[in-house]
Every structure is written in structure tokens, then in C-alpha cells.
């Protein structure tokens, strides 16, 4: 079930959760191959990746293994896109990465979450999309969620955890974790 801004909730013990479960499990045997290889390999990792994300990705994409995903098939890139090595996208929700884009090593991009409250954490997997526009440079372990726009020729300092929209040609960075409220006993 998707929401006007894109918001997708799957229930547990649906049919859509069996589909979700068997793209997880189509992505793990698809990463795997792709995680075997070098950089050296980047013909056939262009193809195992275009096998991942059902579409076939342009000749100058790069990708550096090793990398993993929950999905695939959610995943959609332009031409000129870097992604270098340990690098995780959960795509449940929907991820777009335009061109020229450049992402560092180890950088989680979570498109995908559960529940807010205790009880309903294992109810429920949410996805909320995520837009990455042009030249846009996400710098080594940034973490970046689902539910908004990093917009184009912006960068993300290295470390940082992205929850909201980031304008243009902005450089944001900083991530002090701070108690937003009380969730109570649960």
C-alpha cells in the first residue's frame, strides 16, 4: 500500500510481505556474486547490477565492491553515479541517484524503517522514497533516510545522519544524537 508522498507500509504475514521477502532473498544471491569481484571486474558488475535493479545501468557507472541491498529493484540511477566500496541501500521505499552523483565508502542510504512505537515495530516495514538530484558528493559514513530530497550540487560531510531535505548547493554536516521523546515502557 503506497500514500500520496510515496510512503509504502507493508503488514507482516501479507502477500506483499512474501514478495518483499523473496526480493530480499533474489538481491543476497545477486550481491553476492557482485561481491566476489574486483574493481577490475567493472563490466560485469555494471551487468550483475543492472540484474539488481532491473534496468540496465549506463557505461560509465562505477561501483566498488563490496555492496549490499535489501532489495534492488527500488534502485534507479543516472549516468556518471560512483559508489565506492561497503556501501548499503535499502531501497523499500524507493531510491533515485541522478547523475554525477558521488558516494564514499561505507555511506548507508535507508529508504526503509519499521514503527515507532514497540508494539508495532515487527507489524510493519515503511518505506519512504529518497531523491538524490545531480552532483550531489556523499562523503565516507553518512547515513541518509528515507523521506526526502538531497538536492542537487549539495554535499554531505563524512559521518553524518541525514533525516530531513537538504537544500542546493549546500554542505551539511554534524549528527549530536539528542533524546526527542520517551517512548514509554513498551
Known sequence: ??????????????????????????????TAALNRLTFDDADEIRALFSELIGKKVDESFILIPPFYTAG??????????????????????????????????????????????????????IGKPLVIERNVWIAAGATIIGGGTVSGNSGVAAGSGVTKDVPPNAFVGENPPRVLRSLGDG
Open 72 to 125: 534492488g529493484n527500488e534502485i534507479r540511477v543516472g549516468r556518471d553515479v560512483f559508489v565506492n566500496q561497503n556501501c548499503t541501500f535499502y531501497d523499500l521505499g524507493g531510491l533515485d541517484i541522478a547523475d554525477d552523483v558521488m558516494i564514499g565508502p561505507n555511506v548507508s542510504i535507508i529508504t526503509a524503517g519499521h514503527p515507532l512505537e514497540p508494539s508495532q515495530r515487527r507489524a510493519a516495514t
Open 1 to 30: 500500500m503506497s500514500n500520496a508522498d510515496g510512503t509504502r507500509i507493508i503488514h507482516s504475514k501479507t502477500p506483499e510481505s512474501a514478495a518483499m521477502l523473496a526480493d530480499v532473498k533474489r538481491a543476497m544471491a545477486i
